[in-house]
RNA sequence: GGUUGGGUGGCCGAGUGGCUAGGCAAAGGUCUGCAAAACCUUGUACGGCGGUUCGAAUCCGCUCCCAACCUCCA
């Protein structure tokens, strides 16, 4: 492919050509899911944004190791209880029972929105000794001090007189910084507010701990992206991506650990989806304003007004670029069932398609193909699925006419609609990820295949009859059932 | 208060100086036994006020409003 991918660097803050570290290879690091609680639906988009990105990569020829992490210890609450051992108590678990449960979960709703598994899915428990290590690395380098068995990442020694070294991905500056505000006991042992835990101490009932030289304890609560990141794609590599709400601190912190222990950045390229909304809010765990995906795809709940396939909710994420904000609601999910439904009634129309065999010049073919390398170019700029979507629909308006006549197949060349079959189904399928459902329940569609042409045979011949009433009334009948016919030129066709 | 990003037609959502985004909805037409589907046509949309420019949704200034982050969060 000649044209170049451009990405939007939040570290520059502009769309920059990408160039690899290593030819051919792409390093992708991504902040996983926390394990305490199901999934929710903001966390899929991003998922998902990224499982675009990862097979856009891939379908440009790169290489890719996609590592994403899962959080399994670290994230303290209000008042000092590590988020796992308050899920384990709260369900009288192990908090590896937890961790495992909801990782489960996790890994089944990835399935169910088709985003494909990544080549590397540490845990930051899994991790402890590398984080040992990196903390050890950064307290050499004089980047932290240790204070009763924890040990804080030092903002000041970091900037060394340079005060807009750290926050300079966020564009934050530490004496603007509200003043913390929680009261953990541990603030009273920083020298500084922007200081933070790489390692901390664990008091007497912490479930979660291990042994470090500066005693029994657990890692910081953003210190595994470092230490993982590093394990697996190296000292530098080429993208990190998350949700914007990590850019602050937790990428911040990320970015200040790694110069602490190796001397220089990790990720050169950092990419941050943005929000999904409700009701003009963000969707969030913690205030209530959320729908999960069981609740969409069942449609048991009062946002919305019935279920939605999660190729659907996948598709509607797709039609808003991964760094805008999304809003979600029942109306724009209507909007995107029926235009997702139109756009695989076109994709299976072109399967059946059969190219005329006296193509001469190849007109509707030419702009097909032209079509479709704009749709992949959209692609290269940074990612914009909506818009190459929009130039998907305009492809579909044309398959449609050619369906229905409008359009002849005498001007599109056996070779040209080979082409952009694959080319239309490489994009719809293995770069944006979507399913075609309808074809894809084997035997017992097989079954209703062969069922449904014998009742549209029996409509058939009763039309001919001019037998309107027993004609309506199979169709009726069908709809009720949910059963689409519809008439073309060419008989009738039918959809679920 | 600070930081970052927004306010686009009935709804969702692209777009960064002039050329139709796209989807859904709506109106008219073609087709059809009727309908649906499909195709064709139709929208003087860019928060407000100034400014720069031959020309601004797009650049600049001011202003109003919204969201995220600054506390676990994709």
Redesign the pocket.
């Known amino acids: 492919m000649p044209s170049e991918l451009t990405l939007y660097n939040t570290l520059t ?1 502009k769309k920059e050509v990408f160039q690899p570290l290593v030819e051919g290879h792409v390093g992708l690091y991504v ?1 996983g ?2 394990v305490y609680n199901p999934v ?1 639906l ?2 899929c ?2 998922f998902v944004s990224f499982d675009v990105i990862y097979r856009y990569l891939m379908a440009k020829g790169y290489k890719v190791r996609y590592v994403r992490n899962i ?1 399994d210890v670290g ?2 609450t209000d008042d000092g209880e590590d ?1 796992m051992s308050r899920g384990a108590r709260l369900e009288q678990l192990e908090p590896m029972e937890v961790a495992q449960k909801f990782s489960n979960q996790f890994h089944d709703m990835m399935r169910t929105f088709n985003a494909l598994p990544p080549s590397i899915e540490p845990r930051a428990t899994g991790h402890i000794i590398e984080q040992i290590e990196m903390v050890r690395e950064i307290l050499a380098n004089g980047y932290a001090y240790e204070v009763n068995g924890s040990v804080y990442f030092d903002v000041e020694a970091y900037n060394n007189g340079n005060d807009e070294r750290y926050g300079e991905l ?4 530490i004496d ?3 003043a ?3 009261e953990l006991k541990a603030q009273g042992e920083k020298r500084n507010p922007s200081d933070f835990a790489i390692w901390m101490n664990a008091s007497d009932d912490h479930i979660l701990r291990w042994d470090s030289p500066w005693g029994s304890g657990f890692p910081g ?1 953003h210190l595994e992206c470092s230490a993982m990141s590093t394990k697996y794609l190296g000292e530098r590599f080429d993208i990190h991506g ?9 990428h911040e912190n990320e970015i200040a650990q790694n110069v602490g222990a190796c001397q220089h950045a990790g990720a050169r390229y950092w990419l941050h ?1 943005n ?3 409700m009701n ?7 205030d209530g304003n959320t729908i999960s995906p069981e609740e969409l795809f069942t449609g048991d709940s009062i946002h919305v007004s019935e279920g939605y396939d999660p190729m659907v909710i996948r598709f509607f994420m797709l ?3 991964y760094r ?4 979600l ?1 029942d ?2 999910l ?3 069932k ?2 997702y439904q ?1 756009l695989l ?1 076109a994709w299976n129309s072109l399967q059946e398609m059969q190219a005329s065999g006296s193509a001469q010049n190849g007109t509707v073919g030419k702009e097909l193909t032209a079509g479709l390398e704009a749709a992949y170019a959209e692609m290269d700029d940074d990612f ?1 699925t ?2 190459a ?2 130039r998907v ?2 492809l ?2 044309r398959i ?2 050619l ?2 006549g ?1 359009l002849s197949l005498d001007e599109i060349t056996a070779r040209q609609l080979t082409e952009f079959r694959d080319g239309l189904g490489k994009l719809l399928f293995d770069i944006l990820g979507l399913q075609n459902r309808a074809s894809a329940n084997g035997a017992d569609r097989e079954a209703l295949d062969k069922v449904m042409q014998i009742v549209l045979d029996l409509r058939q011949q009763a ?1 001919a009859d001019k037998d ?1 009433a027993l ?2 009334k199979l ?1 009726d009948a069908l709809q009720d059932a949910g059963v ?5 030129k060419d008989g009738a066709t039918w959809s679920v």
């Open positions: 803050r902040c899911p926390t929710h903001g966390n988009r991003t959080t994230h303290l988020r966020s564009g934050r500056r603007e910084l509200m913390e505000s929680r609560w998350g949700g914007n709400d990590l850019k602050f601190p937790h989806t929000m999904l909304l003009g809010k963000k969707m969030s765990k913690s039609q808003s670029h805008s904000t999304l809003d609601s109306e724009a209507q909007a995107a029926k235009g139109r009634e914009n909506p818009k979507l929009a629909f305009e579909v308006s449609n006419a369906q229905g409008q039309r309107w004609s309506d169709r689409t016919v519809k008439d073309g």
